[in-house]
């Protein structure tokens, strides 16, 4: 009988169409995306299909053409071609007669070094090493900055060491007969020679750009190096500089100061357009420290209160409980207002000019929308009792340097200054403005007075400001010569040498973090493209060291700094390169004092400014993953999922939906719009004009975005970087000038035709017809309803709760807010092996006990059952967690079309929710990790019908790969959409963001996965260096997933055999992720050992399983989001009030369905098992 013929349903119609309810979570809307906002037909048909359309098809074209295009490649690839066992041909080479005594085969060793950051500052890091090949960063524990942790780019940066299309040998330009392959000797006599003639006039038509970075040694080169020429022009150029943070601080202290924020010290945290969390140096310590802030184990536990005001959608506005959207200007408005009514308040007689001159600078012109209830609230907590002296204030870098200087002004009148935030004066070079100097530099260039330009880990021709036309000017010095780790745009138009540089994981060096803290630089493996001179032998031999060696300058250096030598040296030496860190060398941080009459007459000067229009709009130039370009060829940075839009290898012109009505330029939706007539969207194209300059470029709608405000984004658009980076978005930096470098005002955005493709992972893997997935409480909720203990009456065999029993209490405070509190209990019939330990046995079953031993060997049970807990309340969306993840477990990159195709092969995700029922200005965006979550009932063990995907004895769903025939039974099978299936050999070509999948004619087809993989070029051995030799690299047809980093797990097993222990101690193996995780949101470990922190995280009253009413028993459990939000400005919600309709934060029965169709009774959500939801 058809679902149609039961008689329950007899009378069935099909309800008319209704827009579908979206979720919620603390009583407010859930969504993704515009489209799920929406509820449009195409996001309907997204979320039936499960996959995207084209994820499961090799192609659209037919299959008659297919065979055609596989046909042809087979007759190309002849007989030797049509086996299916493809049989890898390698070469085996033994390592060496004489190994080294500390190289066991198969046994990683770990060296500390530091990576330089862009523009000053560094992260202490532990590279993994495999017989002298560096495979792994990790965080260096003993770093100040890094205490373990590490960024995206530390991450991300084996796949610089090993690209195979770095220069490899030096290129010298000869004026007849072109370039041509040199020798580094070569180089060295002509500079020689070359550089004798400048020393005659001291250099001055000589000309060094380098890149700017805050190292010891290369400052004491440096000056040697100014010696030799002190006419010289020297440059520490970095693009994406904030020149007005420095000028503020100089406004307001006297001299230029690095700002030191202590966010773990802060009651109360406001930020003016500062994404403070993300990519900047002290990123890593500012993360932590909000982490330690938000986090909550119990009622009454306090916790910090973020206000974030801003024009972007940042990390901080993120985890913020109050945001306001503000155009860039009307942010500087905001601080004004702020600052007026604080000082107002506070009536400070040291204040008084500036209190003044804030009085005098009146109210804004025009309608700001700063929401003055809101000024009042801040002021409220900045001045309330037990915060002074324990908030934060922090301005961007789209701000003045009169608000930067107001902000320190208002820290000042706080008390703030030496406790939640502290300063170190700055060198001189790192307080130089680059666009200033650039400015000079091409000044000099037009005028003809540089005959000799050096350039050093720099690309201006691509980044310089545009007003400056530094591409012509490089072209008419008579001598330019880049150095170059990297493809640039800089390096391939120099005309007399072209240099091949060195990572920082092939030589020596040292670094300055952003707190001071000086760490060395050491080689984990020779330079791969040798002979290559580093960054310091290089400019060692402009100083005229004629045989410079890394190691010997370093040492020099730090021995006239230390004052030490011979045996004493030696041993801070060695200490300092096994720890990472020289010892001692962290400064006191500093506390000046604010001059509030040179802030007061800057502000007056600077006055306020007025709101942009949508006839005049306001560009603010940001950077994203691959910052200012530098990164473009790195393909792990292109794949990871922008923070807001979820968009890759791309950078589109981002506006507010509001902005893009009034412009025109919003999605219309139906069957003929490009934006979203097929599942791969095509936004629309802009032509968008600034200061005369204009580029046309893809627009797409960001919620919470400043209305008449266009976010462009720096570094993309390469001409010349490698195949990842060539041809990937747009060159933005077209609209950059020099007189405004971060934010340009009066600029005019209008559609053009055409459309562009983008790939966008916001609606991928989108959960259907799941309520309570995100779940969040306000503080005062929690600390009621977490107040009162859980007292589960558990099954004896499951465990299983009776949340329909007598005791209301049977649940947690995150249990309740889900499908468990409206579901019967699901009591098995079954014993469940895993529920008791080795020192934790079921104290009060014997019937279980004796069922146990009867029918399953004792060991089963008896080792670790490993789980873990994803804090959403700590997470900030950063995506570190999956380039960590990639580098671990050898994952590949596949390109922006199969992105697009929903084939991202990444193993964990970082789900991006928008709440509220405002589309142009949603109340908060929130971030959920999802990977397999390991479930004890796995749905896709039980579909394989190879058994390629079994359940371990530790509680691990574990893959056999080669067992893998492709079915993907597993993957539709899997409610929580986290299995990967390789349509491809991803693993054996290089892919970047321009190539197209398919081709309307001609038999050979542009993807290059058709062609046979005997004659597909292959991936360049040197790429395949960077293999983790603990993980088996996939071939096509085979499915994948998170495997808890089991390889971590049997090493550290087979530790502790060596060390004759029982068991692996709690903490000592960490997860890929969980060991890169800035903020320590994720917590691994064994579930059924009491004392371990994920068995203590998984018993509070903020863990719930996802999905957990499936009965899947996933082994990941999440901790709801606390809230701590102002009641003067909102009130809190308490989403257990089951007082008011919807108040659980969970809709189960589908209100049209249940008025329109007799038939309909109740959902199937409610008909499902209860379990730990």
């Keep these: 009988m058809s679902h149609d013929q039961c008689p329950s349903t007899k009378g069935k119609r099909s309800p008319d169409p209704a827009k579908r309810k979206l979720p919620t979570s603390n009583n407010r809307p859930v969504w993704r995306s515009p489209e799920e906002y929406a509820d449009s037909a195409e996001f309907r048909e997204l979320l039936e299909r499960e996959f995207p359309a084209g994820a499961s098809e090799l192609a659209t074209e037919s299959r008659r053409d297919f065979m055609k295009f596989m046909g042809a490649g087979l007759a190309l690839a002849g007989a030797a071609t049509i086996p299916g066992c493809r049989r890898p041909d390698h070469k085996i080479y033994s390592y060496s007669r004489e190994v080294p005594e500390r190289v066991v085969p198969g046994k990683p060793l770990w060296y500390t070094t530091s990576m ?66 040199a020798t580094l000797d070569d180089f060295k006599a002509w500079a020689t020679d070359h550089l004798a003639g400048h020393e005659e006039d001291g250099g001055e038509r000589l000309a060094f750009v380098v890149s700017k970075k805050t190292s010891p040694t290369r400052d004491s080169v440096r000056d040697r190096l100014r010696e030799r020429f002190p006419r010289a022009f020297w440059l520490a150029y970095e693009p994406t500089q904030s020149d007005a943070a420095i000028e503020g601080s100089t406004l307001a202290f006297g001299r230029p100061m690095r700002e030191l924020p202590r966010l773990e010290r802060a009651n109360v945290v406001v930020t003016f357009d500062r994404g403070v969390l993300e990519r900047e140096a002290m990123s890593l310590p500012a993360s932590r420290g909000l982490a330690r802030t938000r986090y909550v184990d119990g009622p009454t536990q306090p916790m910090s209160r973020v206000y974030a005001i801003e024009s972007d959608f940042t990390a901080m506005g993120s985890m913020a409980d109050h945001r306001l959207r503000l155009a860039p200007s009307q942010v500087g408005n905001a601080a004004a207002a702020i600052a007026r009514e604080l000082l107002g308040r506070m009536q400070s007689g040291t204040t008084r000019t500036l209190r003044d001159a804030l009085t005098n600078l009146g109210e804004p012109r025009g309608g700001d929308g700063i929401s003055r209830e809101f000024v009042a609230g801040v002021v409220d907590d900045l001045l309330a009792e037990g915060n002074r002296g324990r908030s934060l204030l922090l301005a961007g870098p789209s701000q003045s340097a009169s608000v930067h200087a107001l902000v320190h002004a208002m820290n000042a ?65 008579p001598h330019t010569i880049a150095y170059s780790l990297s493809l640039t745009e800089t390096y391939d138009a120099a005309n007399r040498w072209q240099l091949n540089g060195t990572s920082y994981l092939e030589c020596w060096g040292d670094t300055e973090a952003a707190d001071g803290t000086i760490a060395p630089i050491q080689p984990m493996i020779a330079p791969l493209y040798a002979p290559a001179m580093s960054e310091l032998e ?65 502000l007056v000067s600077a006055g306020l400014s007025p709101a942009p229009t949508s006839a005049a709009l306001e560009v603010v130039f940001t950077t994203g993953h691959v910052h200012d370009g530098r990164f ?160 589960p009456k558990p099954d004896k065999i499951y465990g299983a709760i009776d949340a329909w029993g007598d005791d209301p209490q049977a649940l947690n405070v995150a249990e309740k807010m889900g499908e468990l509190a409206h579901t019967p209990a699901n009591i098995g019939i079954y014993p469940n092996p895993m529920n008791r330990s080795r020192t934790e046995p079921d104290p009060d079953a014997l019937e279980y006990d004796r069922a146990i031993k009867r029918d399953m060997p004792p060991p089963f049970a008896m080792g670790p059952q490993w789980g873990m807990t994803i804090d959403m309340a700590t997470c900030t969306g950063c995506g570190v967690c999956t380039v960590a ?120 087809p542009k993807n290059i996965n058709f062609v046979p993989p005997r004659l597909r070029e292959q991936v360049n051995e040197i790429s395949k260096m960077r293999m983790n030799p603990d993980v088996t690299v996939r071939s096509r047809g085979v499915m994948e997933k998170c495997t808890y980093c089991i390889q971590r797990v049997n090493r550290a097993r087979f530790e502790m055999k060596l060390k004759g222990a029982d068991t692996i101690p709690d903490g000592f193996v960490q997860t890929a992720c969980q060991q890169a995780c800035p903020t320590g949101a994720i917590t691994f470990g064994d579930i059924l050992d009491k004392a371990s922190k994920v068995s203590k995280e998984r018993e509070m009253q903020r863990s719930y399983l996802l999905l957990g009413y499936l009965n899947v028993r996933p082994r990941t459990s999440h901790l709801i989001r606390v809230n701590n939000p102002n009641p003067r400005l909102r009130e809190p919600v308490d989403p257990l009030d089951y007082g008011h309709a919807d108040a659980s934060g969970s809709t189960f029965v589908e209100p049209r369905k249940r008025d329109e169709d007799q038939g309909y009774a109740m959902s199937l959500r409610i008909l499902a098992p209860g379990a730990h939801a």
């Design 632 to 791: 473009a060829n790195n393909g792990w940075l292109q794949e990871l999922p922008h923070g807001g839009t979820r968009v890759v290898w791309d950078n589109p012109l981002l506006v507010s939906p509001r902005t893009a009505k009034d412009l025109g330029l919003e999605p219309q939706g139906g069957a003929e719009d490009p934006y979203t007539r097929q599942q791969i969207p095509r936004a629309r194209m802009g032509r968008l004009t600034v200061g005369g300059r204009t580029i046309e470029a893809p627009v797409w709608v960001m919620p919470g975005l400043a209305d008449h405000v266009v976010q462009v984004m720096l570094g993309y658009g390469r001409t010349v970087g490698g195949t990842v980076a060539k041809d990937v978005g747009v060159n933005t930096y077209a609209l950059r000038s020099s007189d405004r470098p971060s934010v340009a005002r009066g600029a005019t955005l209008t559609r053009v035709r055409g459309s562009y493709e983008i790939a966008s992972t916001q609606n991928h893997w989108s959960l259907e017809g799941r309520d309570a997935i995100v779940r969040q409480i306000d503080k005062p909720a929690w600390d009621k309803h977490s107040a009162k203990p859980v007292q």
């Design 885 to 1004: 993840c990639s580098a671990e477990n050898n994952i590949p990159v596949v390109g922006k079309r199969e992105v697009a195709k929903g084939r991202a092969m990444t193993w964990i995700r970082v789900d991006r929710y928008f709440t509220g029922d405002d589309l142009n200005n949603p109340d908060q965006m929130l971030h959920q990790p999802i990977a397999c979550v390991h479930c004890e009932n796995a749905p896709c063990e039980v579909v394989c019908p190879v058994n390629a995907t079994v359940h371990g004895p530790e509680g691990t769903n574990d893959m056999v790969y080669n067992r893998c025939i492709g079915t993907r039974y597993c993957s539709n099978n899997c409610p929580y959409k986290v299995r990967r299936f390789n349509f491809f050999d991803y693993s054996q070509a290089k892919f970047n963001g321009g190539w197209v999948a398919e081709e309307e004619t001609g038999l050979r």
């Design 538 to 602: 290089l400019l060692a031999f402009f100083a005229g060291d004629a045989d410079p060696d890394g190691h010997r300058i370093v040492r020099e250096a730090w021995q006239r700094r230390l004052r030490l030598t011979g045996e004493r040296f030696d041993q801070a030496w060695a200490r300092a390169l096994h720890d990472g860190v020289l010892a001692g060398s962290t400064p006191r941080a500093e506390t000046p004092g604010v001059d509030f009459g040179a802030v007061a007459r800057e």
């Design 413 to 477: 009148a706080l008390g703030n200054i030496g406790q939640t935030v502290s300063f170190l004066p700055m060198g001189q070079e790192e307080a130089s403005s680059s666009v200033q100097a650039i400015r000079t530099l091409a000044s000099r260039m037009q005028g003809g007075q540089i005959e000799t330009l050096v350039t050093v880990d720099v690309n201006p021709v691509y980044d310089a400001p545009a007003d400056l036309d530094f591409a012509e000017l490089y072209a008419r010095v």
């Design 116 to 181: 330089p950051l862009p523009g000053g500052g560094a992260e202490g890091l532990m590279v993994e090493t495999h017989e002298g090949r560096p495979t792994k960063i990790e965080g260096n524990p003993l770093h100040p900055i890094n205490q373990g942790k590490t960024s995206a780019w530390s991450q991300a940066s084996t796949l610089e060491l090993y690209d195979p299309e770095r220069p490899r040998r030096p290129v010298f330009g000869n004026p007849a007969r072109g370039k041509l392959n």
